[in-house]
Antibody, heavy 130, light 108 residues
Framework: QVQLQESGPGLVKPSQTLSLTCTVS??????????WSWIRQHPGKGLEWIGY???????YYNPSLKSRLTISVDTSKNQFSLKLSSVTAADTAVYYC??????????????????????WGQGTTVTVSS | SSELTQDPAVSVALGQTVRITCQGN??????ASWYQQKPGQAPVLVIY??KRPSGIPDRFSGSNSGNTTSLTITGAQAEDEADYYC????????????FGGGTKLTVL
């Protein structure tokens, strides 16, 4: 059973770079049909998609974070990582990593695609403060 | 980018049926998924497209019509009290992901 675990500093100073790593266990990050995602949740608020990476290295980012964001993958360590630069207090949140599956289902003469984040890490709280 | 709109709060009597809705233009061309989140816990996938992950009770079901997707809980239980989030792909770029604002479900 695939499990995800976030790791990284819980406290980051303003203007510095927030760095988190998600370690995948119980399965390979090279398995096709999955995107490896980062999501965050500000205190008392809803979920915000940050971005995801495919094992090949292809990345897709939330446009609102794109200028500060880098997501990378290390298949040899079965890990993927997030770096968010120039952080402010507005980046204080619980950060989750998740695996998103893509399922193609035949329907009549077409293929319907279903997406779902089926495995989540427990989340890690990051506070931006001096 | 797209937006997904959810009612902030919904309540249901124990054992009754409740529908939680999510609206957005992206839902006309993309299926949604639904997540349940209890306080202090990570979200859990309960519906993706027309499917339910293994281990999710069959009282949870999903449906779609036009720009609206719905999560229905038939015979709500006390343990179903949680926040529920929909998500889907962006209507202008289906590589981008969007979440709804979430619905707080109270089971009375």
């Amino acid at each position: 059973q695939v499990q995800l675990q976030e790791s990284g500093p819980g406290l980051v100073k303003p203007s510095q770079t927030l760095s988190l790593t998600c370690t995948v266990s119980g399965g390979s990050i090279r398995s096709g049909g999955h995107y490896w995602s980062w999501i965050r949740q500000h205190p008392g608020k809803g979920l915000e998609w940050i971005g995801y990476i495919y094992y090949s290295g292809s990345t897709y980012y939330n446009p609102s974070l794109k200028s500060r964001l880098t997501i990378s993958v290390d298949t040899s360590k079965n890990q993927f990582s997030l770096k968010l630069s120039s952080v402010t207090a507005a980046d204080t949140a619980v950060y989750y990593c998740a695996r998103e599956m893509i399922v193609g289902v035949p329907a009549d003469m077409v293929i319907e695609y279903y997406y779902g984040m089926d495995v989540w890490g427990q989340g890690t709280t990051v506070t931006v403060s001096s | 980018s797209s937006e997904l709109t959810q009612d902030p709060a919904v309540s249901v009597a124990l054992g009754q049926t409740v529908r939680i809705t999510c609206q957005g233009n992206s839902l006309r061309s993309n299926y949604a998924s639904w997540y349940q989140q209890k306080p202090g816990q990570a979200p859990v996938l309960v519906i993706y497209g027309k499917k339910r992950p293994s281990g999710i009770p069959d009282r949870f079901s999903g449906s779609n019509s036009g720009n609206t997707t719905s999560l229905t809980i038939t015979g709500a239980q006390a343990e179903d009290e949680a926040d529920y989030y929909c998500n889907s792909r962006d209507s202008s770029d289906n590589h981008l992901v969007v979440f709804g604002g979430g619905t707080k479900l109270t089971v009375l």
